[in-house]
C-alpha cells in the first residue's frame, strides 16, 4: 500500500519455472532438501487436479522464484515417463515429511487429501492462508446471504487474501478460466 500511495510500482519480475526438464526439477527440489537439512525452512506448496489426478505442483521457498511441476498434461497424458515421476515423488515426499520443512499453503487441507490419496504420505501443515485470514475476519458479512455468512466478514479466496497480505498484487483469478475451459496453452495454466 506504501508503495501504490507514493505512486511508485517497482515490481520485481518473478522467476516461474513452468514446463521444467527432469534435470531442472531435480534441481529445485534438491536445493529445498539442502536448506531443510541446514536450517528450519519454509516451503510453499499449492496444487492443481485435473482428471481426477494431481495434475501439478506448485512450490516455492524463496520470494521470487517458484516451480511448477506437472505430472499430466490437459488431455490426461503423462508429463514424465514412470522412471522420472517416481524420482520426482520421492524427492517431493522428502521435502514434505522432512521435520525442517514449515509448510504452508491455501487450504492445505483440500490439497493434503490428493497427496495422501494418491502418494500415501501425511505432512504436518505449518500454517494454512486460509484458516489463518479466516481466524482474522471471522464470521459477519451480509445477514440475508447464506453464502456471504459462510465466507465471513472477507471471503477466503487465494485472491481476496492475497489482495490484502501481497506488497505486490493484481487479480489473476480469471487468467486461468480459459485454461479450464479448454482454451489456453498448459504453460498458461501452469502458471
Given at each position: 500500500?506504501?508503495?501504490?500511495?507514493?505512486?511508485?510500482?517497482?515490481?520485481?519480475?518473478?522467476?516461474?519455472?513452468?514446463?521444467?526438464?527432469?534435470?531442472?526439477?531435480?534441481?529445485?527440489?534438491?536445493?529445498?532438501?539442502?536448506?531443510?537439512?541446514?536450517?528450519?525452512?519454509?516451503?510453499?506448496?499449492?496444487?492443481?487436479?485435473?482428471?481426477?489426478?494431481?495434475?501439478?505442483?506448485?512450490?516455492?521457498?524463496?520470494?521470487?522464484?517458484?516451480?511448477?511441476?506437472?505430472?499430466?498434461?490437459?488431455?490426461?497424458?503423462?508429463?514424465?515417463?514412470?522412471?522420472?515421476?517416481?524420482?520426482?515423488?520421492?524427492?517431493?515426499?522428502?521435502?514434505?515429511?522432512?521435520?525442517?520443512?514449515?509448510?504452508?499453503?491455501?487450504?492445505?487441507?483440500?490439497?493434503?487429501?490428493?497427496?495422501?490419496?494418491?502418494?500415501?504420505?501425511?505432512?504436518?501443515?505449518?500454517?494454512?492462508?486460509?484458516i489463518g485470514h479466516h481466524c482474522i475476519w471471522p464470521g459477519g458479512g451480509d445477514p440475508t446471504s447464506q453464502k456471504a455468512a459462510a465466507q465471513g466478514v472477507q471471503m477466503?479466496?487465494?485472491?481476496?487474501?492475497?489482495?490484502?497480505?501481497?506488497?505486490?498484487?493484481?487479480?489473476?483469478?480469471?487468467?486461468?478460466?480459459?485454461?479450464?475451459?479448454?482454451?489456453?496453452?498448459?504453460?498458461?495454466?501452469?502458471?
Amino acid at each position: 500500500a506504501k508503495q501504490a500511495m507514493a505512486g511508485i510500482w517497482d515490481e520485481p519480475t518473478p522467476d516461474f519455472i513452468i514446463r521444467p526438464s527432469f534435470e531442472l526439477t531435480t534441481q529445485f527440489l534438491n536445493d529445498i532438501l539442502c536448506h531443510l537439512n541446514s536450517q528450519e525452512t519454509r516451503v510453499v506448496l499449492d496444487l492443481e487436479i485435473e482428471h481426477e489426478k494431481i495434475s501439478c505442483v506448485g512450490f516455492t521457498y524463496k520470494p521470487d522464484q517458484a516451480i511448477c511441476i506437472p505430472f499430466q498434461f490437459k488431455d490426461g497424458s503423462r508429463y514424465w515417463n514412470i522412471e522420472e515421476e517416481l524420482s520426482v515423488r520421492e524427492l517431493i515426499n522428502e521435502i514434505l515429511l522432512h521435520p525442517n520443512c514449515e509448510l504452508e499453503g491455501q487450504n492445505l487441507l483440500f490439497d493434503l487429501q490428493w497427496i495422501y490419496e494418491e502418494w500415501f504420505i501425511k505432512p504436518r501443515i505449518d500454517f494454512d492462508t486460509m484458516i489463518g485470514h479466516h481466524c482474522i475476519w471471522p464470521g459477519g458479512g451480509d445477514p440475508t446471504s447464506q453464502k456471504a455468512a459462510a465466507q465471513g466478514v472477507q471471503m477466503k479466496a487465494l485472491y481476496n487474501i492475497a489482495s490484502f497480505y501481497c506488497t505486490y498484487y493484481y487479480y489473476w483469478k480469471d487468467e486461468g478460466k480459459t485454461f479450464e475451459t479448454g482454451g489456453g496453452s498448459e504453460e498458461q495454466g501452469w502458471a
